[in-house]
């Protein structure tokens, strides 16, 4: 049965670690709360965030350590010192940034678990009724993460693929042995995760409550490196060894002549049916949809078909389209959400299998403005193209800022765009504010724009840029840079266009 259709409304793509704080990265603290009453007061209907989980080596929230765990780094100091589990000056002697507008992930790495450390020693958590409740809600997966966790920094933090062979293999035996010989530093790690699920829950209830939802992003693949795969290796198109055979990405395009080889591995789509009717997936949805109100599956297109690339391939251009699940999955996963409704990312090649899973389900799809004007008057994201089961959006994470992209377009190109959203002679700034109002007037039910969008920022502030790292998932808002004048702005779009 679809889903039932989203109200005409707006919201502000920005991904916690971006918000402002005096610990190096945005956390659950008070500067989150601000930013909700900011949404409001801008009338907006939708957060979004990029995925919560903990990031790894690169630090791309799109490639964590699990599916269901959450990053410790947004766990707020000020909210443990409030508890009386850490005191401002042990907190204040570490440092935790070079400069407020972008994230120092390496100071991040030596500091934070330090102090997290420190926390957890002073806690009394165990015997709380808060805590042992939040052990049995999540014992499908905290378990086996935590002892993940706590091998991986018994190993020196390299990939389970490296550990030594009976606990990489899960021998049973071994487990047992790990279990006692770090019971400390796995209940460590569920102290992490209570408490980053403590003040999670605190700021949705809060963003709720002022009318604010919640669109949370899932990637639809997951890391090799992670507790998902070192758990359920017979989930994965892995091979007697553990690697794996085929690893995803997606095929050579206008954008990449070797394509992109993202080098996840690839679920085992029919063994997942067959044995459970995909109960790995229901879990994560199920769980998803308590920790977001709208979730948003990233690469959804892989779901219906899959680029698959051999392992051994440096690049993807031997990688060949399979057929995944389709709509058996997107039955699975409305069983497991309950009201909660779907979000697909649909962007890349245009299918006709897609398309018909989409108009199935009836979860929106998307468009991007940053992708319309490239001279085809029959291009999908031109917004006379849309209707209005969509969510449209400037650019995404993956993208540069409207300033950074439209202002390296050649003179013919952007004079396209200019006549298309009537900013001929303007700056770039004006040239924004007009691609603000033609989105917000058209008959997409939800409007998006990153928040460097909204503080018209340029490249610099660009979040990701694929196959590419060391700059990536950095950029932050300063304290008091989102103006009451450009939250005015944005009211106004709301009001005068119905959102």
Known sequence: MAQREFDRSAGILMPVSSLPSPYGIGTFGKEAYAFVDQLVRARQKYWQ??????????????????????????????????????????VEQFKWNMEDRYVDYGLMFTSRFQ??????????????????NFLKENQYWLDDYCLYRACKEHFDNVSWQEWDEDIKFRNPSALKVYKRKLKDEID?????????????????????????????????????????????????????????????????????????????????????????????????????ARRYDVIRIDHFIGMVKYYAIPAKDADARNGKWEKGPGMKLVRAIDMSIGEKRIIAEDLGVQMPEVISVLKKSGYP??????????????NDHLPYQWNKNLVAYGGTHDNDTLIGYFGQMQPWELGYVREYVECRDGSMEQLVDKIFKTAYESVACIVIFQMQDVLKEGT????????????????????????????????????????
């Open 365 to 378: 799809g998307m468009k991007v403005l940053e992708f319309a004007f490239d001279g085809n008057r029959r």
């Open 115 to 132: 102090v997290l450390k420190a926390a957890y020693q002073n806690s009394r958590h165990q015997e709380t009724e808060e805590y042992i």
């Open 188 to 288: 460590f790690f569920r102290f992490i995760e209570f408490k980053f699920d403590m003040q999670w829950k605190a700021l949705k209830e809060y963003a709720n409550t002022n009318g604010i939802e919640i669109i949370g992003d899932i990637p639809i693949y997951v890391a090799m490196d992670s507790a998902d795969v070192w758990v359920n290796t017979e989930l994965f198109q892995l091979d007697e060894a553990l690697n794996p055979k085929k690893v995803a990405g997606v095929p050579p395009d206008v954008f990449s002549e070797t394509g992109q080889r993202w080098g996840n591995p690839l679920y085992d789509w029919k063994k997942m049916e067959q044995k459970d009717n995909f109960f790995w997936w229901r879990k994560r949805m199920e769980y998803s």
């Open 49 to 90: 965030v990029l995925p919560l989980g903990p990031t790894s080596f690169g630090d791309s929230p799109y490639a964590a350590f699990s599916a269901f765990a959450g990053n410790p780094y947004f766990i707020d100091l000020d909210l443990l010192i409030e508890e009386g589990l850490l005191t401002r000056e042990f």
């Open 460 to 499: 610099g502030a660009r979040m990701n840029l694929p196959s590419s790292m060391g700059t990536n998932w950095r950029w932050r808002m300063t304290k008091g840079q989102f103006t009451p004048e450009k939250i005015e702005r944005l009211r106004y779009l709301c009001d005068i266009y119905g959102r």
